[in-house]
Nanobody
Framework: QVELVESGGGLVQPGGSLRLSCAASGITLNDYTIAWFRQAPGREREKISC????????YYADSVKGRFAISRDNARNTMYLQMNSLTPDDTAVYYCAADAVYLYTDYKPCRLLTVDYWGQGTEVTVSS
């Protein structure tokens, strides 16, 4: 069966850093578009970063651009989200995601209209 197991969340002070991990089994992440989402209390789920399967195109939401970095370790079949310069606005449950790519005429990298697999979520709290 397919599993995406997240780890690395926790409590961090403003200005600090945190690295989230998402270890996959049952699929090979290199064969999928991979992404990170987050959902803060009282807010809608937000797509914050993505590596597209087709050409490696990167996506970062404006809210995290320049502070967060998505990466993948193919040998470990694990994806990561490095988070720097954290602020209280980054407090949320973070979810990793993987989506198989089926090209179509109007395909756009990292649009992620659907997601095949989700991680269980890991909580990040940025507070003094």
């Amino acid at each position: 069966q397919v599993e995406l197991v997240e780890s690395g969340g926790g409590l961090v002070q403003p200005g600090g850093s945190l690295r989230l991990s998402c270890a996959a089994s049952g699929i090979t992440l290199n064969d999928y578009t991979i992404a990170w989402f987050r959902q803060a209390p009282g807010r809608e789920r937000e797509k914050i970063s993505c590596i597209d399967r087709t050409d490696g195109s990167l996506y970062y939401a404006d809210s995290v651009k320049g502070r967060f970095a998505i990466s993948r370790d193919n040998a470990r079949n694990t994806m990561y989200l490095q988070m720097n310069s954290l602020t209280p606005d980054d407090t949320a449950v973070y979810y990793c995601a993987a989506d198989a790519v089926y090209l179509y005429t109007d395909y756009k990298p990292c649009r992620l209209l659907t997601v095949d697999y989700w991680g269980q979520g890991t909580e990040v709290t940025v507070s003094s």
